[in-house]
């Protein structure tokens, strides 16, 4: 492969208008139909050395338009090639990011003849098999699923001149690094490859470092990243509380499209059932979910038919939401860059939002951890006339059977959560469950 062309020098400030990219124009009618108007850092930086096929690691946080920074460059590319062949391939970790970047494809492209196809797990495969028999120039795969598709025989990569890899990061979570090296290995050598990733683990730095040659390096301050546009504040609760504070806060008509964040797909059923028994329409979504429960509380949620959306960390990195315009942290996350992520949902592409976070005591450790990841304490709050020492209304979202996570001294049998049984009944006499542990 000959080397690519030198990127041109950047220039002295940052393009104002996607006019100023190097883009056709037919891209550029895409973009203006998707309401966008001045490019985020991170595509800025990225699109014009992508477009020259330069291979590329793109850091920033989710929120800032990673999307658009490889689908834009990506199109770009294709726009003179002849039509019906697979030209690039986006890896992503989950069937909702794969079903996104496919309307991105769609919108940005929509000018142009150029297709797109989502391939994902949870679904059948016949379909999919047509898409991909079928001519679309840009497949959008979950590594499981494809390695399926491309173990029967007719997803022909012969002619792929793109390789674009998803949240990295998050690839490597979800333990896809392995099935991701073998695709890439059956892969074209000759191609540009781009990695993006809101953290370079060593994993993910080891990756790029076997794919990609040369790599040209975009990064966006992670450290910035959270706070522009977003206005964050905490309130200690109880855990035992946290519920009720919650309904409290719904109260406030000003909460138009919210995001409910917690930490287990069991804890999102029970408090999204507590909140319709509270006549609040609430939609929930975890990765224990159906592929079409998990599109129709989604789509219940972008069209407004659910005003709020109860889910696990599955829903925070990527997915494009436009107008949330509150994140709760009902559970504090343990890692201080899943916090980033989930307020990453409000204020997207610069605009303003609010991530409120609900700490019990049991919690400070790892919320003092967000704010030294954030450089800043996190101003704190009371709810005027909610008495935080009152018996709660109902039983707290617990995980299901009580237990968290598994214990090496047990055997690596789960350890129960909560007091012991003892503990248990004298809390109910008095009407007043406070468990050592609580499961707020």
């Keep these: ?61 989710t929120g800032t338009g990673k999307t658009a920074a490889f689908l834009l460059p990506t199109l770009e590319r294709l726009l003179e090639l002849p039509p019906g062949r697979i030209y690039a391939l986006v890896l992503t970790p989950t069937r909702e990011l794969a ?44 590594p499981g699923r494809l390695l399926d598709h491309m173990g029967r025989g007719y997803v022909d990569f012969s002619a792929l001149r793109i390789l674009v890899l998803d949240e990295g990061d998050r690839m490597l979570d ?63 609760v109880p855990g035992v509380r946290k519920t009720d504070l919650l309904v409290e806060l719904l109260r406030d008509e000003t909460m138009t499209s919210v995001l409910v964040f ?4 069991h804890r999102a059923n029970r408090l999204a059932r507590q909140l319709v028994d509270r006549r609040f329409d609430a939609g929930v979504l975890h990765g224990g979910r159906s592929q079409s429960q998990r599109v129709k509380a989604l789509e219940g949620f972008r069209g407004g038919t659910h005003r709020l959306l109860v889910a696990t960390d599955i829903a925070a990195r990527g997915l494009d939401v436009e107008g949330v315009s509150h994140v709760i942290n009902y559970d504090v996350p343990h890692e201080p860059e899943t916090y980033i992520h989930r307020v990453g ?34 101003p704190r709050a009371q709810i005027p006339g909610f008495d935080l020492t009152a018996p709660p209304s109902g039983p707290p979202p617990r995980d299901r059977g009580g237990f968290r996570g598994s214990d090496r001294s047990s055997g690596g049998r789960p350890r129960p959560r909560g007091p012991p049984p003892s503990r248990r009944r004298e809390g109910r006499r008095d009407g007043r469950y406070r468990p050592r542990r609580p499961g707020g």
Excluded: C
């Design 262 to 265: 917690v930490r287990t797909k």
């Design 174 to 236: 979800m333990g896809f690094l392995p099935d991701v090296r073998r695709i890439v290995r059956s892969l074209p050598t000759d191609r540009q490859t781009m990695l993006f990733s809101a953290t370079m683990p060593p994993e993910v730095v080891r990756l790029s470092r076997d794919y990609l040659r040369d790599p040209k390096m975009v990064q966006v301050d992670p450290t910035t990243v959270a706070a522009v546009g977003v206005s964050h504040l905490a309130l200690a």
């Design 345 to 378: 949902r409000t204020a997207r592409a610069q605009r303003r939002g609010e991530a409120l976070t609900l700490v019990s005591s049991e919690e400070e450790g790892d919320f003092a951890r967000i704010e030294r990841m954030l450089g800043a304490r996190i």
């Design 1 to 61: 492969m000959t080397d690519p062309d030198p990127v041109p020098p950047r220039p002295k400030t940052p393009a104002t208008s996607f006019d100023d990219l190097p883009l056709d124009p037919r891209l550029r009618l895409g973009v203006r139909s998707m309401g966008y108007v001045t490019p985020t850092p991170i595509q800025d930086r990225t699109i014009p050395p992508a477009v020259l096929g330069r291979d590329l690691v793109g850091t920033a946080q």
């Design 99 to 142: 079903l996104q970047a496919e309307e991105f494809v769609r919108q940005l492209g929509r000018h142009t003849r150029i297709r797109g196809v989502a391939v994902y797990g949870g679904v059948g495969m016949l379909e999919q098999e047509r898409g991909l028999k079928g001519g679309a120039e840009i497949v959008i795969a979950t």
